[in-house]
Every structure is written in C-alpha cells, then in structure tokens.
Nanobody
C-alpha cells in the first residue's frame, strides 16, 4: 500500500501563486510515476501534470507555462508550483502515484482562485 498526503492548497487571487506538495509513504518504488489531477465542481477529474521517475514531465495545455511539476525521489515527494493562477484553476487537486498498473490517490487539497 502507498499513502499520499497533500498540502499547500488554499485561497489565492488571480495572478498569484501556490505550491502544492505530496509526500508518499509505505511500499513506494523509486520508478513510479507521480502526478497531479484536479476536479472542479460538476466536472470530471482531469490530469494536470505528470512526472516520471527520470524527471520527464507532461502538462495539460491549459497549464503549460504556468505550472511546474517536480519531485524529490529521496523524500518521495512531488510538488506542483502554480504561478499565474486563473479562476478556472479552482478545483480539488489530487496527488497520484502510479506503479505496476495501480493508481493511488491522495485525499485532495482545495485550491480556490478568486477573480
């Protein structure tokens, strides 16, 4: 089992910044992919950014140039630096850990962007 604990969400004004963190513990593997997903009210969960164990990153188009995903493999932690946030970024953000065909999820952290 893998446990994920997120932190760093909150209320921010449009144009501001937030940094989300997610610490993994338990039966973790250094070769697992990690990432961030989000779910806005009334919408399906969508992926935001993914980072491989080797540091390869992918972003959904709407956050490219604004968000940066990174990870610390020693501390088994993944980060999401959110700059230039817009009201459309408002959602519950979930940390994801993927390894050997299994997805693990954090409890989610609320991000609210005011206009």
């Amino acid at each position: 089992q893998v446990q994920l604990v997120e932190s760093g969400g909150g209320l921010v004004q449009a144009g501001g910044s937030l940094r989300l963190s997610c610490a993994a513990s338990g039966s973790i593997s250094s070769i697992a992919n990690m990432g961030w997903f989000r779910q806005a009210p009334g919408k399906q969960r969508e992926w935001v950014a993914i980072i491989s164990s080797g540091g390869t990153t992918n972003y959904r188009d709407s956050v490219k140039g604004r968000f940066t995903i990174s990870r610390d493999n020693v501390k088994a932690t993944v980060f999401l630096q959110m700059n230039g946030v817009i009201p459309e970024d408002t959602a519950v953000y979930y940390c994801n850990y993927y390894h050997s065909g299994i997805n693990y999820w954090g409890q989610g952290t609320q991000v609210t962007v005011s206009s």
